[in-house]
C-alpha cells in the first residue's frame, strides 16, 4: 500500500512537472478583434473580462512617457532600474541612456529594468508615473483598467481586459513615435552592454520578412506592430496588429496557449468577411432648403454582408443649427459617429 501512495504522489508530481507553464494562469482566458481604423468590436469572447495582462502593460507605458518626454532626454539610470525585476536589457547603474532607446527596450525586449528608468524620469518615481498611466487610461475611456507598475509584474490589482488592451494598441499607433518603435523589427542598443535586439514578437518578424516563421500557419496580411507578454499568473498574452489592402484589426489575447497561430487565424478571419466599405463619400449634403452639412473624409468601415445590408445613417443636429454628428448605425447599435460641417445650403 506503502509503494502504492508513493507511486500516486510521483505521478502526480510529474503531470505538474510537464504541464505546460499557461497551465499555471488563473482567471481564465479571453480574446478581441477590433477595427484599427474606429475601435469597434469586430470578434471577442470575454473581452471585458478584467485579466493580467503581464507585459502588454508596456504599451501604455510607452506612450505616456512619450506624451511626456523628449526621445532625446537623458536617463540616468539608478540601481532600483538596473536590479527590476523580470526581463531585462541589463542597465547598469550610473550609466546615461536616451528616452529612446529605453523606449526600443522596452517594446522590444520588454525590458523591465527599461520600464523603471522611464518611470523614475518620467514620473519623477514609479509610483508617479503610475499615477499617470491611470490618469490617461481614465481619459481613454479604459474603464476596466487599473495599473499598479509600469512593467506588468503581477499585482493582483493590476487588471485590464482584452477590449481595453486592443484599444490602448489603437491609440498608442496613433503617435507616430509609437509606431515607428512598435514596428521595430531589429534595432542596435548603445547601452553599456548593448546589441543587436531582436523584436520577441515572432509575427512581426515574419511580416518584415515575408516569410513565415518557424511552423507557423500560412497566412495572407502583414502584422505590423504589437507586444507580448506573459507571467505564471497571466499566462500567455499577445496584442498583434494587422494590415491588409487598407484595412487594419487588432487582435488581443489573454492566457492563450497557442497564440501566434491563433492571432493570424483571427485576422484571416477578418480578411475573409469583412470588406472596407465606404459608407458616406467626402462632400456636401443638402438636409433642407435652408442648411446642409459637409463631411471632410469619406467614411470607411469594415462590415461584414449582413452588416452591409442593415447599415444606415443618423443625423444629430443641435437646435441652433450650429453643431451637427453623423452616427452610422447597424440595426440598432451605433457603431461610427463623426462631426460633420452645418452649411448653409445655397453655399
Same mark, same amino acid.
Given at each position: 500500500?506503502?509503494?502504492?501512495?508513493?507511486?500516486?504522489?510521483?505521478?502526480?508530481?510529474?503531470?505538474?512537472?510537464?504541464?505546460?507553464?499557461?497551465?499555471?494562469?488563473?482567471?481564465?482566458?479571453?480574446?478581441?478583434?477590433?477595427?484599427?481604423?474606429?475601435?469597434?468590436?469586430?470578434?471577442?469572447?470575454?473581452?471585458?473580462?478584467?485579466?493580467?495582462?503581464? /507585459?502588454?502593460?508596456?504599451?501604455?507605458?510607452?506612450?505616456?512617457?512619450?506624451?511626456?518626454?523628449?526621445?532625446?532626454?537623458?536617463?540616468?539610470?539608478?540601481?532600483?532600474?538596473?536590479?527590476?525585476?523580470?526581463?531585462?536589457?541589463?542597465?547598469?547603474?550610473?550609466?546615461?541612456?536616451?528616452?529612446?532607446?529605453?523606449?526600443?527596450?522596452?517594446?522590444?525586449?520588454?525590458?523591465?529594468?527599461?520600464?523603471?528608468?522611464?518611470?523614475?524620469?518620467?514620473?519623477?518615481?514609479?509610483?508617479?508615473?503610475?499615477?499617470?498611466?491611470?490618469?490617461?487610461?481614465?481619459?481613454?475611456?479604459?474603464?476596466?483598467?487599473?495599473?499598479?507598475?509600469? /512593467?506588468?509584474?503581477?499585482?493582483?490589482?493590476?487588471?485590464? /481586459?482584452?477590449?481595453?488592451?486592443?484599444?490602448?494598441?489603437?491609440?498608442?499607433?496613433?503617435?507616430? /513615435?509609437?509606431?515607428?518603435?512598435?514596428?521595430?523589427?531589429?534595432?542596435?542598443?548603445?547601452?553599456?552592454?548593448?546589441?543587436?535586439?531582436?523584436?520577441?514578437?515572432?509575427?512581426?518578424?515574419?511580416?518584415?520578412?515575408?516569410?513565415?516563421?518557424?511552423?507557423?500557419?500560412?497566412?495572407?496580411?502583414?502584422?505590423?506592430?504589437?507586444?507580448?507578454?506573459?507571467?505564471?499568473?497571466?499566462?500567455?498574452?499577445?496584442?498583434?496588429?494587422?494590415?491588409?489592402?487598407?484595412?487594419?484589426?487588432?487582435?488581443?489575447?489573454?492566457?492563450?496557449?497557442?497564440?501566434?497561430?491563433?492571432?493570424?487565424?483571427?485576422?484571416?478571419?477578418?480578411?475573409?468577411?469583412?470588406?472596407?466599405?465606404?459608407?458616406?463619400?467626402?462632400?456636401?449634403?443638402?438636409?433642407?432648403?435652408?442648411?446642409?452639412?459637409?463631411?471632410?473624409?469619406?467614411?470607411?468601415?469594415?462590415?461584414?454582408?449582413?452588416?452591409?445590408?442593415?447599415?444606415?445613417?443618423?443625423?444629430?443636429?443641435?437646435?441652433?443649427?450650429?453643431?451637427?454628428?453623423?452616427?452610422?448605425?447597424?440595426?440598432?447599435?451605433?457603431?461610427?459617429?463623426?462631426?460633420?460641417?452645418?452649411?448653409?445650403?445655397?453655399?
Amino acid at each position: 500500500m506503502r509503494w502504492f501512495m508513493r507511486f500516486i504522489v510521483l505521478a502526480c508530481f510529474c503531470v505538474i512537472i510537464l504541464l505546460p507553464s499557461t497551465a499555471l494562469a488563473r482567471g481564465g482566458s479571453s480574446y478581441v478583434v477590433l477595427d484599427g481604423d474606429t475601435g469597434r468590436v469586430l470578434l471577442g469572447e470575454n473581452s471585458d473580462s478584467q485579466l493580467p495582462i503581464a /507585459s502588454l502593460t508596456k504599451i501604455w507605458t510607452a506612450l505616456v512617457a512619450i506624451e511626456n518626454s523628449d526621445l532625446q532626454d537623458l536617463v540616468v539610470i539608478s540601481p532600483k532600474a538596473a536590479m527590476a525585476e523580470g526581463s531585462s536589457i541589463y542597465l547598469q547603474a550610473g550609466e546615461t541612456v536616451t528616452v529612446e532607446t529605453l523606449l526600443y527596450g522596452l517594446m522590444l525586449r520588454s525590458g523591465n529594468d527599461a520600464a523603471t528608468a522611464l518611470a523614475e524620469h518620467v514620473g519623477g518615481s514609479v509610483e508617479g508615473f503610475v499615477k499617470l498611466m491611470n490618469e490617461r487610461a481614465v481619459i481613454a475611456g479604459l474603464n476596466n483598467t487599473v495599473f499598479m507598475n509600469p /512593467s506588468g509584474l503581477h499585482d493582483d490589482q493590476h487588471l485590464s /481586459s482584452a477590449r481595453d488592451t486592443a484599444e490602448m494598441l489603437r491609440i498608442a499607433l496613433q503617435n507616430p /513615435s509609437f509606431k515607428k518603435i512598435a514596428s521595430t523589427v531589429l534595432y542596435r542598443a548603445n547601452t553599456t552592454n548593448g546589441i543587436l535586439w531582436e523584436n520577441k514578437h515572432r509575427l512581426l518578424r515574419e511580416g518584415a520578412s515575408k516569410q513565415p516563421v518557424s511552423s507557423l500557419k500560412s497566412a495572407t496580411g502583414t502584422a505590423f506592430a504589437g507586444k507580448t507578454g506573459f507571467t505564471k499568473i497571466a499566462g500567455r498574452t499577445l496584442a498583434t496588429a494587422f494590415q491588409k489592402e487598407g484595412q487594419t484589426c487588432i487582435v488581443v489575447t489573454l492566457n492563450a496557449s497557442d497564440d501566434w497561430n491563433v492571432h493570424r487565424g483571427l485576422a484571416n478571419r477578418i480578411w475573409e468577411n469583412y470588406d472596407l466599405e465606404t459608407v458616406v463619400k467626402a462632400g456636401k449634403y443638402t438636409v433642407d432648403k435652408k442648411f446642409a452639412i459637409r463631411v471632410k473624409e469619406p467614411i470607411l468601415l469594415q462590415l461584414d454582408e449582413k452588416e452591409q445590408k442593415q447599415v444606415r445613417q443618423v443625423l444629430h443636429i443641435s437646435r441652433k443649427k450650429k453643431e451637427a454628428i453623423l452616427s452610422i448605425f447597424i440595426g440598432d447599435e451605433r457603431i461610427y459617429a463623426v462631426p460633420v460641417i452645418v452649411e448653409t445650403a445655397n453655399r
